[in-house]
């Protein structure tokens, strides 16, 4: 049973005002550990520290639920105001130097954005800011708006119409889909009749959860294939394409990754005979850092490499080059 803790007057610092904040957003310390990326020990010990300060439980466990007391309530937009200055102050007088800068750039992109678009990232990093570093973080759709706004990830790649409002949009290219195949595959070349190819076995990425548009193919693949030829499904396009490499399943992923991997992985393309969605990727990014230096400049590095023209001879130059350390 939860319990009214002795005030403690001790400040409180940005840290516990974001546990706070998300707690109020999540009503589950689990979920709330994962969206900060913090065990729940740490985050129970944070709360316990807030509950002190306030000299009320905040949250208290109803069924499977963390709801708030009439003070969290009371709270809840203040916090939420105090967490929205300070950011906003932060990126006003945040110089941002590149060559100097240790900052680490977190970015939200499924596993084909992370093949093809940081080995080129990261050798623009090499020459222009070469004490950054730069993450990939994997984030649910349920937490992908959640985690931008709090500043948890910098940007996200994808396309995902379904942000909700006060994330904002660049598009970057337009990304169309293939097939591999094996190279010598006994049954399939380049350009299979569509009987041919629905007879094979399939390997499905599946997208679902992710919030990504790339749902949409997926759903026009199982429309086509029957479905006891749908052998496996799994959660990346990487995946998909080493099952592809050793075994007769067919795996339908983003061209700008097949192209690559045609090349170095014993794989060949394979058109499908239908035609899948062609997919537009942009970048995203909260109100919040819209004017945060270091967040700008990451987004014009990303315009600078990633945009419709040049986008795949970026991606595969980059995916081909071995002299990146």
């Not at 913090?38 to 963390?66: C, E, H, N, W």
């Not at 937009?77 to 932060?90: A, C, E, G, M, W």
């Amino acid at each position: 049973m939860d319990t009214i803790p002795q005030r403690n007057e001790a400040d409180l610092d940005f840290h516990h005002l974001q546990v706070f904040d998300v707690l109020m957003t999540e009503h589950s310390i689990t979920k709330a550990a994962h969206v900060l990326n913090v065990t729940q020990p740490a985050l129970s010990k944070t709360l316990a520290r807030l509950r002190l300060y306030f000299g009320d439980p905040l949250f208290i466990r109803v069924s499977m639920r963390m709801e708030p007391t009439p003070k969290a309530l009371e709270l809840a937009d203040p916090i939420k105001s105090i967490l929205d200055n300070f950011r906003q102050l932060r990126s006003s007088h945040a110089a941002f130097d590149p060559e100097a800068t240790e900052r680490v750039f977190r970015v939200h992109v499924v596993d084909a954005g992370v093949v093809n678009m940081f080995p080129p990232l990261l050798n623009y990093f090499r020459e222009h800011a070469p004490r950054a570093h730069l993450q990939a973080v994997h984030c649910d759709a349920q937490h992908l708006d959640l985690w931008l706004e709090s500043g948890l990830i910098d940007i996200a790649i994808g396309s995902f119409p379904s942000l909700a409002t006060g994330i904002r949009r660049l598009p970057l290219w337009s990304e169309r889909f293939a097939c591999l195949a094996r190279r010598g595959h006994p049954r399939i070349g380049g350009t299979p009749s569509l009987e041919a190819f629905i007879t094979e076995k399939h390997v499905v990425v599946s997208a679902v959860g992710t919030g990504h548009e790339h749902l949409s193919v997926e759903r026009l693949l199982e429309a086509h294939v029957p479905r006891e030829n749908i052998v496996s499904r799994v959660p990346t396009f990487s995946a998909a394409a080493l099952i592809a490499q050793r075994t007769d399943a067919i795996a339908t992923i983003p061209r700008s990754l097949a192209v690559g991997l045609v090349r170095d992985c014993g794989l060949q393309l394979v058109e499908p005979p239908f035609d899948l969605p062609t997919i537009g990727i942009a970048q995203y990014w909260h109100d919040r850092v819209h004017r945060d230096l270091g967040n700008q400049w990451l987004r014009t590095v990303m315009k600078q490499l990633f945009s419709e023209q040049d986008c795949l001879r970026t991606m595969t130059a980059g995916y081909l080059d071995h002299s990146m350390v």
